[in-house]
């Protein structure tokens, strides 16, 4: 870092990963060796149709990170529209950006 009133922002590893759900609405990332010394901050970008889905980090260690995704369609009760339960998502393309804590 400079002595100099010049600003040097500080380095971060970002790994990015894009993946498609299995047949139980998971999705695994593997991170290359090395990539992080602890798990990494993970946000999650789900494609997504005109279905209601929602996901979950089910596991995160600094070598991969796992992913559920969920699809509930719509129903209307008594003229409310409430979401049914949710249902496991496959092949559903979920991306990853994972950045050093």
Same mark, same amino acid.
């Given at each position: 870092?400079?002595?100099?009133?010049?600003?040097?922002?500080?380095?971060?590893?970002?790994?990015r990963?894009?993946?498609?759900?299995?047949?139980?609405?998971?999705?695994?990332?593997?991170?290359?060796?090395?990539?992080?010394s602890?798990?990494?901050?993970?946000?999650?970008?789900?494609?997504?149709?005109?279905?209601?889905?929602?996901?979950?980090i089910? #596991?995160?260690? %600094?070598? @991969?990170?796992? !992913?559920? $995704?969920? +699809?509930? &369609?719509?129903?209307?009760?008594?003229?409310?529209?409430?979401? #049914?339960?949710? %249902?496991? @998502?496959?092949? !559903?393309? $979920?991306? +990853?950006? &994972?950045?050093?804590?």
């Amino acid at each position: 870092m400079p002595t100099r009133a010049d600003y040097t922002p500080p380095t971060t590893r970002l790994e990015r990963a894009t993946g498609v759900t299995d047949g139980s609405g998971n999705v695994t990332f593997t991170w290359p060796a090395g990539a992080f010394s602890a798990p990494p901050v993970v946000t999650i970008g789900v494609q997504g149709t005109s279905v209601f889905r929602s996901h979950s980090i089910t #596991a995160n260690t %600094a070598t @991969a990170t796992t !992913v559920n $995704v969920l +699809a509930a &369609a719509g129903v209307t009760l008594l003229g409310i529209g409430v979401l #049914a339960v949710g %249902a496991p @998502a496959s092949g !559903v393309t $979920v991306h +990853a950006h &994972a950045a050093a804590p």
